[in-house]
């Protein structure tokens, strides 16, 4: 099985992620006035690792700590989403490429020494968030540890519209990126019918990204 085909991404909200990496690429990119430009991401949530074997794959700038919880899912994704084949396919643990940390993604967050240009919080068990992510305490410790130019990304499992119970997840999330960042936008799984429970996609951050103005929140 050909690469592209190994690490493609399916996911539409995964899809709108890497959409806004590689925006945060260019904003990062002209910030840097010729110092280094790598950058650092931090996935909380491996999962079937599809969206970390993109990051690496297809972004040679880019290297990524992966913090995964259940050693259980990682030693699946090795065996049977190909996370083996991409670390041997770019030598990618030895040459720095590609980190495993099995971790409460919560705590090695807020023990982390280091900035990040991308956290992406794609842990959700069911429609509630990782720890204390959807508050103005998880805002805050996402925000120290991004870079001047880095990019907040989560999974927001939650209808758009509907009762305040089923929309609770999504309102405190953006309300708690509110209060921390410059910047929010919402980008919807399901823009035709807001009362369809979808996948979507928060982003945050202290740059203006180039996304469209229906998505701006703040």
């Not at 949530?45 to 992966?66: A, C, E, H, I, Q």
Request: glycine share 8%; proline share 4%.
């Amino acid at each position: 099985m050909a690469h592209e085909l190994r690490y493609r991404l399916v996911c539409v909200y995964h899809l709108y992620f890497s959409q806004v990496v590689q925006m945060q690429g260019e904003v990062h990119a002209a910030s840097a006035e010729g110092r280094d430009t790598r950058r650092k991401a931090l996935v909380i949530g491996g999962g079937g690792y599809s969206f970390p074997k993109w990051l690496v794959s297809d972004n040679d700038d880019v290297d990524v700590t992966v913090v995964e919880i259940d050693e259980v899912v990682t030693k699946i994704a090795r065996e049977h989403f190909y996370l083996d084949e991409l670390i041997r396919d770019f030598d990618a643990e030895r040459g720095g490429r590609l980190r495993l940390v099995c971790d409460d993604g919560w705590a090695f967050l807020g023990n982390a020494d280091e900035r990040f240009d991308i956290i992406v919080n794609d842990a959700f068990g069911g429609r509630k968030p990782l720890g204390p992510l959807a508050t103005q305490e998880g805002a805050q410790a996402v925000l120290e540890h991004l870079s001047p130019t880095g990019v907040y990304l989560a999974n927001v499992i939650s209808p758009l519209e509907g009762s305040a119970k089923k929309t609770k997840i999504l309102r405190d999330s953006l309300d708690a990126c509110k209060d921390a960042f410059e910047h929010v936008y919402l980008i919807p799984e399901d823009g035709d019918d807001p009362t369809i429970v979808g996948d979507n996609v928060l982003v945050a951050s202290n740059a203006r990204l180039p996304l469209a103005k229906a998505y701006v929140i703040k």
